[in-house]
């Protein structure tokens, strides 16, 4: 066997020879003698002869250009990912060497820039969700929410875990599969007429760890927050709040103000990219008196022997710092260039202007909803209030989405497989990025006539 090009492989041929001595082997291909005959390759990689950087550009170039994105298109798709203007500064921002760190800020003294964002990311989410401590983050909405119940069945030494219609499905998914191995029940309650999750009060009892609710809903109402987690409480109960579009936040009251005992979800509207569908960035947020039983770790803020201000992970439950058995969880990254982004994010907005956007995006929102009225065919089946995103009967699912796909745009999520008792019917989004214009284009394409 021949070595392969040095411009990729940098070992020289004596460099071989010498680690094959080493290891008392004659060639390259007594590597692999353990591998059958017949299971290896006995001629040329089929590849293209060698090309020019700027040949493999352009042919990378066509390739991407065949993807449907939100650049390409005007973009109507949420359900869990959602498409969102990023300040340009974002980029520049984040690119800065007080950032710059290996892996994760193990040593303090040399990850002063990405401790300090963790500490700022953690007093934003509180600030956010009302609740009084955060961690580092998680690896994304799903896992969070898993996590969030762990969290609350050892808080509450119980095993029944109430899930409020309107949890993101592959959320679901996550969480069954977390707690498969454990003695967990999960008991489902079901969806009021008006979209809504229906009272939970007869199905939490003195077994249950935790009612769990998403905030708004996967198919868009608004919860009636303070209602749940009255019936949660009334049992001993912990209560749950899961966030699948953080910009929410920015409108909706906090719902640690409305009695969660623990907030979790995805922050990846404040400005992480869609990325295919990630990587995202998950959050977490409780009550100062749950801060034991938290998953991942906490960054604080002290002082060295000079007096000065710096940053140190104060609560780190992982496993390689602490017992096993006295882990929270083996989730050691703090997603820490997602959290950079969004930190940054906000800190671009602020207060007053993550609140504007907020606005901004339900006003698009009750906008399309008054041209989907007004349009003959299509119709609003969920009657409460949502945030940004909502649902929409029309008569062919998939022929609506064909038809606005032809003409420039991704115009939702096709309901079928997940809520197939709506009938036809598509999951919408608007955000700040929705014109008027492409709003009505969609709606036309929807009813199957030309805007």
């Not at 609740?131 to 898993?146: I, K």
């Not at 209560?239 to 929410?248: H, K, Q, R, T």
């Amino acid at each position: 066997m021949s070595l392969p090009s040095p411009r990729y492989i940098p070992h020289t041929e004596d460099d071989v020879r010498l680690m094959l001595a080493a290891i008392g082997v004659t060639d390259l291909d007594a590597l692999f003698a353990s591998v059958p005959e017949k299971l290896r390759l006995a001629r040329a990689l089929a590849i293209p002869q060698v090309a020019s950087e700027q040949e493999v550009a352009a042919e990378l170039a066509a390739l991407a250009a065949r993807n449907v994105n939100a650049g390409s298109h005007d973009w109507f798709l949420g359900a869990g990912i959602y498409s969102h203007y990023a300040p340009t500064a974002i980029d520049a921002l984040i690119s800065r060497a007080e950032f710059t760190t290996a892996y994760t800020p193990y040593q303090p003294e040399i990850s002063q820039g990405t401790l300090q964002t963790i500490f700022e990311w953690q007093t934003m989410i509180c600030g956010l969700t009302g609740l009084e401590v955060s961690n580092a983050s998680l690896y994304d909405g799903a896992s969070a929410t898993a996590e969030a119940v762990l969290m609350a069945m050892r808080l509450a030494r119980r095993h029944k875990v109430v899930v409020a219609h309107g949890l993101h499905p592959h959320y679901g998914e996550v969480l069954a599969s977390y707690v498969r191995a454990l003695d967990a029940e999960i008991v489902a309650a079901p969806r009021a007429a008006d979209g809504r999750t229906a009272p939970v009060d007869a199905l939490v009892d003195d077994e249950t760890a935790c009612v769990v609710v998403q905030q708004p809903s996967f198919l868009g109402p608004v919860q009636d927050l303070a209602a749940i987690g009255a019936a949660a409480h009334a049992r001993g109960a912990l209560f749950v709040v899961v966030v699948n579009e953080a910009l929410s936040l920015g409108l909706l009251r906090a719902p640690g103000d409305l009695g969660a005992d623990i907030v979790c979800g995805e922050a990846q509207s404040f400005g992480v990219p869609m990325s295919f569908g990630g990587p995202a960035l998950g959050f977490l947020a409780t009550r100062d008196r749950h801060v034991r039983q938290m998953p991942g770790r906490l960054c604080g803020e002290t002082v060295d022997s000079r007096g000065k201000r710096g940053f140190v992970l104060t609560l780190s439950t992982r496993e390689q710092h602490i017992r096993r058995e006295k882990a929270t969880s083996n989730i050691c990254t703090n997603q820490g260039l997602c959290l950079l982004i969004a930190t940054v994010y906000l800190s671009l907005l602020g207060r007053v202007g993550l609140a504007k956007l907020a606005r901004l995006n339900f006003a698009k929102a009750e906008y399309m909803k008054q041209q989907v009225r007004q349009t003959s065919g299509l119709g609003l089946p969920l009657p409460a209030p949502t945030f940004n995103e909502f649902v929409v009967s029309v008569p062919d699912a998939p022929a609506a989405l064909a038809r606005a796909l032809d003409a420039g745009i991704v115009g939702g999520l096709d309901l079928a497989p997940y809520a197939p008792e709506l009938g036809s019917s598509l999951l919408v989004c608007a955000t700040e990025l929705s014109t008027r214009d492409a709003i009505d284009r969609l709606i036309a394409a929807l009813a199957g006539r030309t805007s």
